[in-house]
């Protein structure tokens, strides 16, 4: 039942802030910053993903680090073009702060204050985001992502580390993602009970319709069934507050930073 609820934990990039605009900026960071301190090494971004790329598949027990792939790959096109490796460690972290340069969605902030009231908060992401960075560090018990791990979602192993870090059993934890499979087939299938964070409304793929549960709420936007909800956050807040103090009937009950299309299964 959702009432057994206990924490609930989040993917972050897409699900608490839009990402891609943000690694655009990143890379465009990087590249400034290559050209202005490294001038010969005039690779374009493409060239330099597939260098990752290529990097990952000849080390495939580092392909889920994705800093990792990043900072070797940076240290081997220094030493092709003439320049001393370290430089790759300074030009990660020029990308790595624009990475973190994140612009949280609007609902994200007052959702997760109003969580943490009466659930532990955890994130797991396959990504390099850094909360403390983004100023949301506080804010979670437990914060994991892929490299500190040594698997990416969907790895079972993601989970599993969730719930021991969180000392509870899958079946207590929330996962909330925007990805129908790395995040909610995934989750699900390690046990977990799992939301669809749907922020662009595409249709419920079918591991997210099958499976989701009904959502008794109230209020003129609560739609009630398989099917997806699309609800203010001051309704799902709201719903998942009085739920959780009333323990009368099942739900997960306290603010997910949801002005989105959800399912809950």
């Not at 396959?126 to 990416?152: E, P």
């Not at 995934?186 to 749907?198: D, E, I, K, P, Q």
Request: contains cysteine.
């Amino acid at each position: 039942m959702l009432s057994d609820i206990r924490a609930i934990a989040f993917d972050l990039d897409n699900t608490l802030w839009d990402v891609e605009p943000v690694l655009e900026r990143a890379e465009e960071c990087l590249a400034a910053w290559l050209q202005e301190h490294c001038p010969r090494l005039a690779l374009s971004r493409d060239e330099m993903r597939a260098a990752r790329e290529q990097l990952a598949r000849r080390e495939p027990h580092n392909a889920h680090d994705v800093s990792y792939l990043r900072v070797a790959a940076l240290a081997a096109h220094a030493r092709e073009y003439g320049y001393d490796e370290r430089i790759a460690a300074e030009a990660f972290e020029v990308f790595l702060t624009a990475r973190n340069a994140v612009e949280i969605f609007a609902d994200v902030a007052p959702a997760l204050a109003r969580l943490r009231l009466r659930y532990a908060l955890a994130s797991l992401s396959n990504g390099n985001a850094d909360l403390v960075r983004i100023g949301l560090g506080h804010v979670f018990t437990v914060s994991l992502n892929a490299g500190q791990i040594g698997a990416a979602k969907p790895h079972p192993r993601c989970f599993e580390r969730l719930a021991r870090e969180l000392a509870l059993d899958p079946g207590a934890i929330a996962y909330v993602g925007d990805d129908p499979q790395l995040d909610v087939a995934a989750a699900r299938g390690a046990g977990l009970r799992t939301v669809w964070m749907n922020r662009r409304a595409p249709e419920a793929p079918r591991c997210v319709s099958q499976s989701a549960v009904p959502w008794p709420t109230r209020g003129a936007n609560a739609a009630v069934s398989t099917r997806a909800l699309r609800l203010p956050a001051s309704t799902v807040t709201d719903t998942l507050i009085q739920r959780n103090r009333s323990r009368k009937s099942s739900g997960l009950a306290a603010n997910l930073p949801l002005s989105a299309t959800f399912h809950i299964s």
